[in-house]
């Protein structure tokens, strides 16, 4: 989870400049803080049932029927479960950081 903030240290150690953002929105800092927020969330929160839902009973099906109307491909997105949800968020993270 912490590609991001390992490639910022790894371009400083080749480059001698330490960047702290992607553009002006993420960077390093926002990512560690995104974790630990994550990690807090995750203690006072019943894991077992909290991931497990179906990502159509956490977003509306309006917002999730737009994207499957767009990519027919997508039409199994109100059956997938919300972990299964964010390890594809964070592939596609990790896709747009090497591209």
């Known amino acids: 989870l912490q590609y991001s903030f390992f490639m910022a240290q790894w371009e400083e150690y080749y480059t001698g400049i330490l960047p702290h ?49 767009s990519i027919p491909a997508f039409d199994f997105l109100p059956s997938l479960q919300l972990k299964h949800f964010g390890v594809l968020l964070w592939a596609a993270m990790i896709g747009c950081l090497v591209m």
């Open 21 to 69: 953002a992607a553009g002006n929105y993420c960077g390093v800092t926002e990512v560690n803080y995104g974790l630990a927020l994550l990690t807090l969330t995750n203690v006072f929160i019943d894991r077992e049932n909290f991931w497990k839902r179906p990502l159509q009973d956490v977003f509306p099906l309006s917002a999730i029927s737009f994207v499957m109307d």
